[in-house]
């Protein structure tokens, strides 16, 4: 009854700009990464077991929730961040569909074509939605079992090293030179669209939220189900991980792999099989960007609906949420061929634009579920509420190390360094102000204020 929202969850955590960060981690780190994607989904899981709390209990979603809480102001700058990390990982989910189309096609459809087949998900999304949302399910556990029988696939033909694997997964090593791959896996684990997404799929079960048993119930079986399906995805990532750590990690050309040319690498490298290892490599990344363009569809008009709490027909919505996507998509594709580096580093950037939005989706959150007025009975205790700010602090620290990265390394020129200082420090005070509202003395300062107002 309750098994499907979890799992599309799940394909957030498998769309290529995971495969993406994947690869490189793979072929630039080797296996010393794989520590950090165990856990940088086991902090994914915690966070998006607190959104179906959310949606499970309130029976409204994130973003449904911001928009009462929030003032105006706050509303819409929350909005934007996050219709801004959406465009962001649409354009890797598009492009890389449109590369595997590419890839599958031999060449007969260019880059922008295939971009804009995979546009026209939309619409079929509409259709499968119209058909009962157990239909949609249905469809995304073939695109996840398609995805974890192509990487298995690859994972057979590699033959990774065992031993190398296993103190990959248990002890965590890092160094200066890996840290973008390391920023890259964690941006794409965690990423803030689906934190909104999944308050809201677990509503499509019918609860009765007059009865606390039965609340407990569903949330004690989304947890089951989230589990199993983010511990196939964790296992799908390690496949692609492990594959490109076996096959490029200490050669000249890992630097230079990347979601264009990665296929043809591998055919280079293991030959023809049973089966050419390029088009079992497309097929999984078909797979992946298909099913995510769609989630990501889905998502758009939760996050649009509700911030702005608009009320459109569903194909209107879906064509504006697919149009802020595909339009920024095109030019890309247009702009750079797919054997074009600079592709590739788009896409690492675009990982790194997740992690700096993740904070606009996962404050709010715990503020929220935090709070007895808004859950209930069901707010979070006080033991799961500094595991998931330690979660939270963490991701802020990384975001600290990237800003101060970009200005050593890209701020040059007296405007342009202002511009950037201005705009951080802006990042930095609504950080502040959202994690603020979560911090007793607030609450005590408001108190003082309405009795001084009173006297």
Not at 54 to 81: D, F, K, Q, S
Not at 175 to 197: C, D, E, R
Not at 254 to 283: C, F, H, M, R, V
Not at 341 to 367: G, H, K, M, Y
Request: charged fraction near 15%; include cysteine.
């Amino acid at each position: 009854m309750f098994t499907g929202p979890g799992f599309l969850m799940s394909i957030a955590f498998l769309d290529p700009g995971n495969i993406e960060g994947d690869l490189q981690a793979g072929a630039i780190a080797g296996y010393s990464l794989l520590w950090l994607l165990m856990w940088a989904t086991a902090m994914g899981l915690l966070i998006q077991l607190l959104s179906a709390r959310l949606g499970v209990a309130t029976g409204r979603h994130l973003a449904e929730i911001c928009r009462v809480e929030y003032p105006n102001w706050a509303r819409i700058l929350l909005w934007l961040m996050a219709e801004l990390a959406l465009i962001g990982a649409d354009i890797q989910e598009v492009i890389g569909s449109a590369i595997a189309i590419k890839i599958l096609s031999n060449g007969i459809f260019p880059l922008w074509s295939g971009v804009l087949i995979t546009a026209a998900d939309c619409f079929i999304f509409l259709i499968l939605e119209n058909y009962g949302v157990r239909k949609l399910e249905a469809v995304f556990a073939v695109l996840i079992a398609t995805m974890a029988l192509s990487f298995a696939w690859m994972f057979g033909e590699a033959k990774p090293y065992g031993v190398e694997l296993l103190v990959g997964l248990l002890i965590p090593k890092l160094s200066s030179k890996t840290i973008q791959q390391a920023v890259g896996l964690v941006g794409g684990i965690i990423m803030p669209h689906n934190v909104f997404l999944y308050s809201a799929l677990v509503q499509s079960r019918e609860i009765d939220h007059s009865n606390r048993g039965k609340i407990q119930e569903a949330l004690n079986y989304y947890t089951i189900e989230s589990s199993v399906a983010l511990f196939i995805s964790f296992m799908i990532n390690l496949f692609v991980t492990a594959v490109f750590a076996k096959a490029f990690y200490g050669t000249t050309i890992a630097s230079t792999i990347g979601l264009t040319n990665a296929g043809y690498y591998l055919q280079e490298k293991y030959g023809d099989g049973l089966l050419p290892i390029l088009y079992i490599w497309a097929i999984g990344l078909l797979a992946a960007g298909q099913s995510s363009t769609i989630t990501g569809t889905y998502a758009g008009q939760f996050i649009m609906g509700g911030f702005l709490n608009m009320r459109l027909k569903k194909w209107m919505r879906s064509l504006i949420t697919r149009s802020c996507a595909i339009i920024p998509t095109i030019i890309v594709a247009l702009f750079f061929d797919s054997s074009d580096d600079t592709l590739d580093v788009l896409n690492e950037w675009l990982n790194v634009l997740q992690s700096v939005q993740i904070p606009f989706a996962v404050i709010p959150l715990l503020c929220f579920v935090s709070k007895e007025e808004i859950m209930g009975t069901f707010k979070i205790g006080l033991l799961l509420k500094v595991a998931a700010w330690l979660v939270a602090g963490l991701i802020m620290v990384i975001n600290g190390y990237l800003l101060l990265d970009f200005y050593m390394t890209e701020v040059d020129g007296v405007l342009v360094t202002l511009i950037v200082f201005i705009i951080t420090t802006g990042y930095v005070v609504f950080i502040v102000y959202l994690v603020s509202r979560d911090i007793p003395f607030s609450s005590w300062f408001k108190s003082k204020n309405d009795e001084r107002l009173v006297n």
